[in-house]
Each structure stands twice: as structure tokens, then as C-alpha cells.
């Protein structure tokens, strides 16, 4: 079954639009959620966040998390070529370290 | 900056060999994972080794696969006889502390003709 479930599956935007990533997820022992950064290679680690409600921030991009509703979202403002890659959602459970990906989103800015 | 590093970056066998891939994690990490990523499709799960042994592995990991940290920099991925369903870059992952951020190594691209 899908444990960690990110939408949309793909993304194609304009330089300099908004866009706004989800991940909503359903795992037993929540420790944390991960956002990566995946362009052709290895993921890139860009977020981790354990509390609801706080926002984590860095340049163009922020991500808050809601442990209540149990989901996640992405932001990244002004997008760049740059920005165009597979954005990956990871969820570490407490019980013996174990971390699940959802599908990730295509995201692709043309100038 | 420290990083984690893999070799080979690319591997090919045949059906049914072993095959041993290596991660040097970053140094002083404690927590070290095996994912591997199908083309196409999303990162998996393998395993995930602290303090010398297996913390979790999920159903991938069957009795073909086994892991090892043989000293105190390398950690192991050993295919005992590979299948042809075991093409897939291989990633090898570690942090310092859990829960914490993961880094990934750059990842063995594994093809089993």
C-alpha cells in the first residue's frame, strides 16, 4: 500500500510562477519528513521537518508540515529553470529507522 | 564538505552473480541505509544498519541481499546471485543521528543481463 502519496505528479509552470507541493502520508511512529531535491542523480536533501507548524525557509523555497492532518507541502517561489527536477517527500518512522518515498512530483519551468 | 561515496558507479553482471557494492559514509554518521531506485520509479527502502547491525529491511531485502560495515569507513551491499529485476541504481545513505537529515552517495548503477 502507498505510505507516502505526493501530488501533483507532474508540474509544468512558467519562470517566475508559484507553485506549491504536496505529500500526505500515513505511516505508524511519525519521527519526521524529508523533502529532496532530485535531478539526474542522487536526491538532494533540501528540508526536514518534525514539528506542525513551523515553516522551514531557505531562499526561494519553504515547506510546512501538519501532523494533525498528516501532509506536507512544498513552496518555491519565482521558480528558475534551475528548479526543474523530480521534488522527492521521504517519511522516517521511529521504529527501526525506516524511511518511505512517495512517487515525487516532475517539476518543469520553461523560461 | 563531507560526502558519501559509492563505487562502482557502474556495475554490470551477468544473471546470477554476485555482486558487492560499497559506500564509504560520511564519518562520523552513525545510521547508514541501502535504497534503490528502478528507472522510472520511485526510491525503495532496502535496509538500514545501526551499531553494527540491522535496524529494519523491508520485503525487498530477501535472503539474496546482505549488508556489512566489514571496517570502520566501508558499508557493504552484497547481491548474492542477481536477477535480471535487480537492475536499478543502488543509493547508499547516512546521518549522523535519527531522526536527521539523510545524505545520499551519488549511487551504482547496476545492470544484470
Known amino acids: 500500500e502507498d505510505k507516502v502519496v505526493q501530488s501533483p505528479l507532474s508540474l509544468v509552470v512558467h519562470e517566475g510562477d508559484t507553485v506549491t507541493l504536496n505529500c500526505s502520508y500515513e505511516?505508524?511512529?511519525?519521527?519526521?519528513l524529508l523533502w529532496y531535491k532530485q535531478e539526474k542523480k542522487a536526491p538532494t536533501f533540501l528540508f526536514m521537518l518534525?514539528?506542525?507548524?513551523i515553516e522551514k525557509k531557505s531562499g526561494r523555497l519553504s515547506s510546512i508540515l501538519d501532523k494533525k492532518e498528516l501532509f506536507s507541502i512544498l513552496n518555491i517561489t519565482a521558480t528558475q529553470t534551475g528548479d526543474s527536477a523530480v521534488y522527492l517527500c521521504?517519511?522516517?518512522?521511529?521504529?527501526?529507522?525506516?524511511?518511505?518515498f512517495g512517487t515525487g512530483t516532475s517539476l518543469t519551468v520553461i523560461p | 564538505e563531507p560526502e558519501v561515496t559509492q563505487t562502482p558507479s557502474h556495475q554490470v553482471t551477468q544473471m546470477g552473480q554476485e555482486v558487492i557494492l560499497r559506500c564509504v559514509p560520511i564519518?562520523?554518521?552513525?545510521?547508514f541505509y541501502w535504497y534503490r531506485q528502478i528507472l522510472g520509479q520511485k526510491v525503495e527502502f532496502l535496509v538500514s544498519?545501526?551499531?553494527?547491525?540491522?535496524?529494519?529491511k523491508s520485503e525487498i531485502f530477501d535472503d539474496q541481499f546482505s549488508v556489512e560495515r566489514p571496517d570502520g569507513s566501508n558499508f557493504t551491499l552484497k547481491i548474492r546471485s542477481t536477477k535480471l529485476e535487480d537492475s536499478a541504481m543502488y543509493f547508499c545513505?547516512?546521518?549522523?543521528?535519527?531522526?536527521?537529515?539523510?545524505?545520499f552517495g551519488p549511487g551504482t548503477r547496476l545492470t544484470v543481463l
Open positions: 518534525t514539528s506542525s507548524g
Open positions: 564519518s562520523n554518521h552513525l545510521y
Open positions: 545513505a547516512s546521518n549522523q543521528d535519527y531522526p536527521d537529515t539523510q545524505y
Open positions: 505511516v505508524t511512529n511519525f519521527r519526521s
Open positions: 521521504a517519511v522516517g518512522t521511529g521504529t527501526g529507522n525506516q524511511f518511505y
Open positions: 544498519f545501526y551499531n553494527n547491525e540491522i535496524s529494519e
